[in-house]
């Protein structure tokens, strides 16, 4: 194990710094590694097989860079490689690092949003194709009933900036009555994908004030706090210097302008 490790994060693209932002309001005492892989983002409509190779790629260039913990914050990877590189790849290659996603602990506390026990989940096709939330959920909450809508659109009106813009009006308002004419009783909506929080203000407008909307950002935040509570032996590596690196597969100019989208304030990232 190296001492003052970074704890990586990544994502295909812009949305895991929605997920970045919180973790670092809530543990800002360590050092941290951004990576997204913008060249060949977005993820969603790609391969399992594609995914996979993708990810453990940009996961294995985060080990390189000194990351012990590396989280994948997007839910495509989560979805689509996150089993595969804990079962496989860790145990024979990485036997001391760990790498951890964003729908185990979503799963985990679903159940605290919902009165109805009827749950919507947004999210690209890759995810809701792959069912991970319908099998995650119903590991913990049996009684629970997931109704999912794929948001094709989302993700390319977000990166482009177009997302407040009244052109987004049409593809909010088509997914959000698509998931709701599912079922009637649904009072809680999960956005699982890490881009969907800046859609937040036209779906408050869509959806009825009864539901509730759930961000993963803040959820993924305080499950690291936990994590690193009960893996001490991890935790103690950790640099404290309070440091931020940014990098993407893509062109750093692009990234910067498109990332102090989701992160809230300028960045300066650097090629991968």
């Not at 060949?40 to 860079?65: A, M, N, Q």
């Not at 001391?96 to 185990?104: D, E, P, S, T």
Request: charged share 20%.
């Amino acid at each position: 194990m190296q001492n003052s490790s970074p704890i990586g994060i990544f994502d295909s693209g812009y949305g895991g710094l929605t997920v970045f932002k919180s973790i670092a309001e809530q543990l800002p005492q360590y050092n941290y590694i951004y990576l997204g892989d913008n060249a060949r983002s977005p993820y969603g409509d790609h391969s399992f097989e594609t995914i996979y190779k993708y990810t453990l790629e940009c996961v294995e260039w985060l080990f390189d860079k000194g990351c012990n913990l590396v989280i994948l914050a997007c839910n495509t990877a989560s979805a689509k490689a996150l089993r595969t590189i804990q079962q496989k790849d860790l145990p024979t290659k990485y036997p001391g690092r760990r790498v951890l996603g964003v729908i185990r602990p979503t799963a985990e506390v679903i159940n605290t949003y919902t009165d109805t026990n009827k749950v919507g989940v947004m999210g690209t096709r890759g995810t809701v194709n792959s069912e991970s939330y319908l099998l995650e959920i119903k590991k913990f909450y049996p009684n629970i009933s997931v109704y999912q809508q794929s948001c094709p659109m989302w993700v390319p009106i977000i990166e482009n900036n177009e997302h407040l813009q009244n052109g987004a009006d049409f593809f909010v308002k088509e997914y959000c009555d698509a998931l709701l004419a599912q079922s009637k009783d649904i009072d809680c909506v999960l956005l699982a994908c890490t881009h969907y929080p800046l859609l937040l203000p036209k779906l408050k407008a869509v959806f009825p004030d009864y539901i509730n909307i759930l961000t993963q950002g803040d959820i993924v935040a305080k499950s690291l706090v936990n994590y690193l509570q009960r893996h001490p032996e991890m935790e103690m590596n950790l640099g404290r210097e309070k440091q931020k690196s940014f990098y993407t597969s893509g062109d750093p100019i692009v990234f910067d302008e498109h990332a102090s989208i989701f992160f809230g304030k300028k960045l300066a990232s650097l090629k991968m």
